[in-house]
């Protein structure tokens, strides 16, 4: 059974950091590509960042230069390294495990972790 737990997010003032944890069990971690999603209250949840299982890496563009996505296989863990965070980066972040089709990542898993809430105050 596939578990996908997240942690890490809480309540920062913009301008400062935060670093999510997601802990997999249940996958063979190191064969996935993981990403990072979130969804905002009233918004569709959105893919965020990416890193395949070679350690590729992509983001959107309203994180890149920002956020740094990581794995350690080991510890069947990805993270996400948000910096210079926003008041539109509040929102809940969840991760997956991702498949590609036609060059575009989908979450491979339909059932999502509880999320962690990050809130950013101005």
């Known amino acids: 059974q596939v578990q996908l737990v997240e942690s890490g997010g809480g309540l920062v003032q913009a301008g400062g950091s935060l670093r999510l944890s997601c802990a997999a069990s249940g996958i063979i971690f190191s064969t996935n590509a993981m990403g990072w999603y979130r969804q905002a209250p009233g918004k569709l949840r959105e893919l965020v960042a990416s890193?395949?299982?070679?350690?590729?890496?992509n983001y959107a563009d309203s994180v890149k230069g920002r956020f740094t996505v990581s794995r350690d296989n080991a510890k069947n863990t990805v993270y996400l390294q948000m910096n210079s965070l926003k008041p539109e980066d509040t929102a809940v972040y969840y991760c997956n495990a991702l498949r590609y089709n036609a060059g575009n990542a989908y979450p491979l898993f339909g059932s999502w972790g509880q999320g962690t809430q990050v809130t950013v105050s101005s």
């Open positions: 890193i395949t299982s070679r350690g590729s890496t």
